[in-house]
């Protein structure tokens, strides 16, 4: 299907915004009446920029308060409409969006309403314009679609129809599925936007919160479905009105935009979507992307860790304290591979793109996920406009396909055991060994349990549709987590089975001082007994976060524990939580410079969370522990 | 009366919190219990850092989920309960807030709530404690506070009350009036907080919307007022979850908020307050601050302009072009005087404390109202807790009293006819007239219509506080304005007659690329007729800021105009709005440096506004112009 974008859903002038969306691919766009006339070209160089670009203009949007007035206001109206007929005569699009009247001058009469389209719709004809008729959900009288309708096929005109919003229709709660009984023809146009369920004032709901398809909680996939059934071929065109974007890079959005019209169609071509279709010959007619199928990775190949040279004997203390070992170095990169059990970090010496890289720092830079299959997971990646990060790689060298995450941390897609797929050589062959280091007991811990990620300032959906779109990952609930100088949000990423979970985090507000946790990275690794773990790593000299006393005096009082239990937890600077589900213990260690640090967990049962009610006070305690390090 | 704040309200660690809140001068503070569990000092050693401070704490919180449930967790809630009773007497508090519960595991029985609630107040009875119980907006059986007083009254405990929280009952829409009916000695607490009228869920607006006094659509006098009348003589303690004030800097909201309950005192002191608070006799009893009485500016004695020294041609340029004349210079500082009529602009060659002044920079550095009494006005923004600038001076020169506001103008009250109320010498005094210049046509502006001042991210509450408080004068609503880069929000503070307007602006989102529009600083000036002015400034060779032809041909479609005013608007740059009161004409100048621009307006009527609708277009043409001229 042609996939279009309304120009508000972009930040910039007009011809920025038109820029953006032909250069990530969009092939039409709508105009949006406010971005023309603050703009300085006239609508027939608009035109012949659209040409130039290669974009069909689909719509302009939007014409208000037209139906159901007294007859001087009707004249002035018509009068109103002549003009913009001229306008869309020079941008060359034909289709007008009206939206259902707000006017205090409307009356609630459909016969009226009805009329008065008709007589728009015969002045559009001399124009060879279209109007598509849409019901706002705050609209005076007509704020339902199948009202909408109603209204529009009581009158005789082919070039009168209905626009049909997502927004407007499902954040109403009214079923899509009248949708069918609409004859596609008359179907002129469908806007596409999600939204967060919020209870809130339809009018800012829609004004601010906005968001795209499959970042919201609307079922998009089911309401395009019901249209195409319908036998609507008109594209697929968002409408999003939202802060964020139109303080956001355009052409960021604009691929944020595009990927989620691609997750869309992919769920539109299953075979569950085109039974809601209808029929599969419905299907075959309308030209769907199908992405190559996601595969879940199956767990952490390794983490790299880049560590300015200031920070290499910390990360040495850390790494040890943690049971790692030293066991080979990259053949032509400085980079040395760490080990325990099957967990690999790679401690790279180089500095990564890190916009305020100082001295002393360290960041995680890579990250690589365990594929089945390498190479179909990158194909995946491009069809889904993961930007690929060019490698550089010696003779013989693995050639690992990697893209960048929203965060700018470089995912890879490998096979530990056998190299990426349809090549001889693993990963692991670029490195060789080093010599073996005095014999030490094994570590305690077993696997990458997760990762955390700071995110962007404001991309925190961006984010969320990537890991899931690209990795096939899950988003789990979002979580705020008051730490002493600002509102976290927290939002995991998991693989079914749970080998594979990323932890997002983001400052709720951008802008101002932010809170510096938000902005941590960690490494959480699982073990079997947290109390053995904390015990070995003592014995190693692990340098660990102290928690305050107080949060064990609140513990014992909130959650009933034992007082052995939880004399042991104050003892090793453990934090609890449990749920219905199981227990989690974790702690965590002194800073790696000053965004990383890692954690131990383990988790009892099924608990699947990440020990959220504890986190303030772990945040409280690494600014503490921050600050009293600057004193040493 | 005591003035406190929970700590949930700032930003900061525990210690921080409470050094803010004693720094400002509160009397006392609410404990929030996660600060405390996140803080690595005992509470013992809280108290004493209390002590120290000067602070007394007012009150523990808060204690949930404790009433209506079955016996044994009964048993398990007394046995919490108590573990925080040694908390309490540890940190020397003796009042405990309980919420009311919102667990799956109560039952809806009052009579069960009720005993349960007198077992917890015999026990709180053995360690001096007091309990305030709390119908939270959201509780799940109790969420009114007649209905709280209802089941304590029915336990006959003298240390068993209710606490009265302004959000929680204004929030639902509850009268009031109510709070009469509960003897004074059993509201144990009373909780302020305002918020903006939003219709959203009421849990996200509490956590995330609420603010300070005065800040939001409550009527808190009317609350307060009320309480004192039953006989309430505890603290006024605000306690405002603000997603902002969780990352502001927290001095600078603790005075936010003291000031805003200066300002609900001196509500309360007055005499209507007096009659809401039942008689004369109550208000006596209550000792409530009477800050100095505000007293309206009549107008704006001047603005001055802080110019690098690379944009004093520029600035010459653009005060010719609108008709002023350089008239003199400051005896002792590189300031001159340029006049219009009775309009004073002041250029100051001194670089302002502005953070990234550039080279050819200009920013509104100080702006002068009349005051008919500066020294009481003085006083009584000292008494607001306005910041004020310590000035330099030279023999003989005025002292004119400024306080900083909130974007770190300085803000000068002075009377420019007989100088500072008690002195001989006006601020006129110390400037020399400079040579007349050739004889030129008198110009047509006649009074600074507006000054628009941009604010720093998120303190738009503080600003609208500050102007109404300091200044004695009435925000007008908020709007906002897309800007090609970003929303902007907008909001004009104004004296009753108009005669002194300021325009504030801020990004409505912090962080990212911001909107630069939002930041820009403008000097509006009225004129009698727009177009005089406009032909005049066009012989004075004035650069003004181009306007795109589709405003206009928008402009015929929208408003119906008649084609020669239109083409005329046209001709001369002008945009148009009008409403039900009146007409509205305004053009700009080209910017002088990066940050500010001039504006001639034309009201006719009653028009109050600010031609908000032609905002978005305006703001794009700036950044136009802005772009054309780096290649000139």
Not at 158 to 165: E, R, T
């Amino acid at each position: 299907m042609r996939k279009s974008i309304a120009t508000v859903c972009l930040s910039g002038t007009l011809e920025e915004k038109l820029a953006a969306a032909a250069q990530v691919g969009f092939d039409g766009v709508e105009i949006f009446e406010n971005d023309l006339v603050a703009c300085d070209s006239t609508p027939r160089q608009i035109r012949e920029r659209c040409a130039d670009l290669g974009l069909r203009i689909e719509l302009y949007q939007p014409f208000r308060d037209f139906e159901g007035v007294p007859a001087d206001l009707l004249t002035a109206n018509l009068e109103r409409a002549r003009r913009k007929f001229d306008v869309m005569t020079e941008l060359g699009v034909d289709i007008l969006l009206v939206c259902s009247s707000v006017s205090p001058h409307a009356r609630a009469d459909d016969a009226l309403a009805a009329d008065q389209l008709g007589q728009l719709a015969d002045l559009a004809s001399g124009y060879g314009v279209r109007i598509a008729y849409e019901a706002l959900a705050w609209g005076r009288f007509v704020h339902d679609y199948t009202h909408a309708w109603k209204i529009v096929a009581g009158v005789d005109r082919p070039n009168l129809g209905v626009c049909l919003d997502s927004f407007h229709i499902l954040s109403r709660g009214l079923d899509p599925a009248g949708i069918r009984d609409i004859p596609g023809d008359r179907i002129m146009f469908m806007q596409l936007a999600d939204a967060p369920q919020l209870q809130m004032d339809v009018l800012q709901w829609s004004r601010h919160y906005r968001c795209f398809p499959g970042q919201g909680g609307f079922d998009l996939a089911g309401f395009v479905g019901h249209a195409l059934a319908a036998g609507y071929r008109g594209p697929l065109s968002l409408e999003v009105f939202n802060d964020i974007f139109r303080q956001a890079d355009a052409e960021r959005t604009a691929t944020d935009a595009l990927r989620s019209l691609i997750v869309l169609e992919e769920e539109l071509s299953t075979v569950d979507a085109a039974a809601a279709q209808g029929s599969a010959a419905v299907r075959e007619r309308v030209e769907l992307s199908r992405p190559p199928t996601p595969v879940e990775p199956a767990g952490f190949a390794f983490v790299e860790i880049a560590v300015d040279p200031l920070a290499e004997e910390a990360a040495d203390i850390l790494l040890r304290g943690l049971g790692f070992t030293r066991v080979a170095r990259h053949r032509s990169k400085p980079v040395q591979l760490w080990q325990q059990a099957d967990i690999r970090i790679l401690l790279n010496r180089a500095r990564p793109g890190v916009e305020d890289w100082t001295r002393g720092d360290a960041a995680i830079a890579a990250i690589a996920v365990e594929s089945p299959d390498p190479a179909h997971s990158g194909l995946r990646a491009e069809a889904l406009l993961a930007p690929a990060i060019p490698r550089r790689y010696g003779p013989g060298e693995a050639d690992l396909f990697a893209v960048a995450a929203p965060d700018s941390t470089a995912v890879f897609f490998c096979r530990t055991d056998t190299g990426a797929a349809g090549e001889a050589v693993s990963w692991l062959d670029d490195f060789l060994p080093v010599a073996a280091e005095d014999a030490q007991l094994p570590g305690t811990l077993t696997r990458v349990d997760h990762v955390g990620l700071s995110q962007p300032s404001y991309y925190f959906d961006e984010a969320t549709l990537f890991y899931r779109s690209v990795f096939g990952l899950h988003p789990q609930s979002s979580e705020e987590i008051p730490d002493p100088y600002g509102l976290v949000r927290s939002r995991a990423v998991t693989s079914t089975d749970g080998a594979v979970r990323f932890v997002l985090t983001v400052p709720a507000l951008g802008g101002g001082r932010l809170p510096e946790t938000a902005q941590f990275q960690h490494i959480a690794f699982g073990c079997p007994d947290i109390f053995a773990a904390a015990v070995d790593m003592r014995v190693r000299r692990l340098p660990i976060l102290p928690v305050p006393g107080n949060y064990y005096d609140d513990l014992a009082a909130r959650m009933g524990l034992d007082d052995a239990l939880v004399e042991n937890l104050r003892r090793f600077g453990v934090l609890y939580d449990r749920d219905e589900r199981g227990e989690y213990f974790h702690f965590s260690t002194a800073m790696l410079g000053r965004r990383m640090f890692f954690e131990i967990v383990q988790r009892v049962g099924d608990y699947e969370g990440y020990g959220t009610p504890n986190l303030p006070v772990r945040m409280a305690a690494q600014y503490r522990h921050a600050a009293l390090a600057g004193l040493v």
